[in-house]
């Protein structure tokens, strides 16, 4: 079992960056791909963006491409989305998981952080 918890959600206006990190326990995070997800109200939860076990590929939803990074930290069990050039429309309930499937990392999930952005 892999628990995840997320940190670095919050209020920012357009235009603004925020940095979310999610810690994982256990000695086998980096064993693992590493992804963010975001559910936004009345919304399904949808991909944001993946990292692979060892950080050498990295895949994003096309909604954040060139505005959002994933980068980890195994030495940290850590996993990190860099946000910038925040919009109204990534608001949302942002989770962080991991799984052994790459194109989507979906096995353990974290309890979600939320990022609201105003206009």
């Known amino acids: 079992q892999v628990q995840l918890v997320e940190s670095g959600g919050g209020l920012v206006q357009a235009g603004g960056s925020l940095r979310l990190s999610c810690a994982a326990n256990?000695?086998?995070?980096?064993?693992?791909?590493m992804g963010w997800f975001r559910q936004a109200p009345g919304k399904e939860r949808i991909f944001v963006a993946s990292i692979s076990k060892y950080g050498y590929t990295t895949r994003y939803a096309d909604s954040v491409k060139g505005r959002f990074t994933i980068s980890r930290d195994n030495a940290k069990n850590t996993v990190f989305l860099q946000m910038n050039g925040l919009k109204p429309e990534d608001t949302a309930v942002y989770y962080c998981a991991c799984g052994t499937n790459y194109l989507r990392p979906d096995d353990y999930w974290g309890q979600g952080t939320q990022v609201t952005v105003s206009s």
């Open positions: 256990g000695r086998t995070f980096g064993t693992y791909a």
